[in-house]
């Protein structure tokens, strides 16, 4: 009786397990909104300057707030915020160290109405895009989300978090 209760266990177990790969659209919204509404991460703020190139003063700045699950040590969330010409709001959301969602909004600055110019919404699974949602021209390729995605996380292994 034992034997087939522990086998049944063991694959069950082994195919929940599985399942968490493949994440669907609505699994990464419920995710992300689980994300959102935790209370306790540990913030980390970075920021700095943007000089436009061949400029010698600063034009305008950035910060990146790195939201860290402070039990698993993992990164579950980043807001990065740019203003040089226009604001641009990219956050991340991370599960079990992947990528699985980005959402963007370009801002105009320039003439003070502040209006949205793009927003996007791109859905990742397992290092692939699965989905985009896009409204005006995109703040960057998908492929440049996860390049960064990979530099944020090691970031958090080795800058951020002490063992």
Not at 28 to 41: C, E, M, P
Not at 66 to 78: E, M, P, R, S, V
Request: aromatic share 12%.
């Amino acid at each position: 009786m034992k034997l087939p209760f522990i086998l049944f266990f063991v694959v069950f177990t082994k195919l929940g397990f599985a399942q968490s790969d493949l994440l669907t659209k609505h699994q990464i919204d419920s995710i992300v909104s689980s994300i959102d509404s935790t209370k306790g991460l540990i913030d980390v703020v970075v920021d700095g300057f943007i000089r436009p190139k061949g400029k010698r003063k600063p034009k305008g700045g950035f910060s990146e707030i790195y939201f860290i699950n402070k039990a698993t040590n993992h990164l579950q969330k980043l807001e990065r915020g740019a203003s040089l010409f226009y604001s641009d709001f990219t956050t991340y959301y991370f599960f079990k160290d992947n990528l699985i969602l980005v959402n963007t909004i370009r801002k105009n600055i320039n003439d003070r109405t502040n209006i949205e110019i793009s927003s996007g919404k791109y859905y990742f699974r397992n290092g692939e895009l699965i989905d985009r949602q896009e409204n005006g021209n995109p703040l960057s390729k998908p492929e440049a989300f996860l390049t960064h995605a990979k530099m944020y996380i090691t970031d958090v292994k080795t800058l951020l978090i002490k063992k």
